[in-house]
């Protein structure tokens, strides 16, 4: 398992809302599909629920 997020995802968007954005779990953010998918591209971090195929590839911007 990663890291727990940081900062970093807020250059994305300046908040990042709970609930739709992402949830927490074990200490740790869980990006969600809606947002992953508003992002626009795939960061290629195995995001649990990363929407883009095939998944996992740096840069993807093809939906499933």
Do not use: A, Q
Not at 7 to 34: P, S
Request: positive net charge; contains cysteine.
């Amino acid at each position: 398992m990663g890291k727990p997020l940081d900062d970093r995802f807020t250059r994305f968007n300046n908040k990042l809302t709970e609930g739709e954005d992402f949830y927490l779990e074990n200490g740790y953010r869980v990006l969600t599909k809606e947002y992953l998918t508003k992002r626009g591209y795939c960061c290629s971090n195995g995001c649990r629920h990363c929407p883009y195929w095939p998944k996992h590839i740096k840069g993807n911007t093809n939906l499933e």
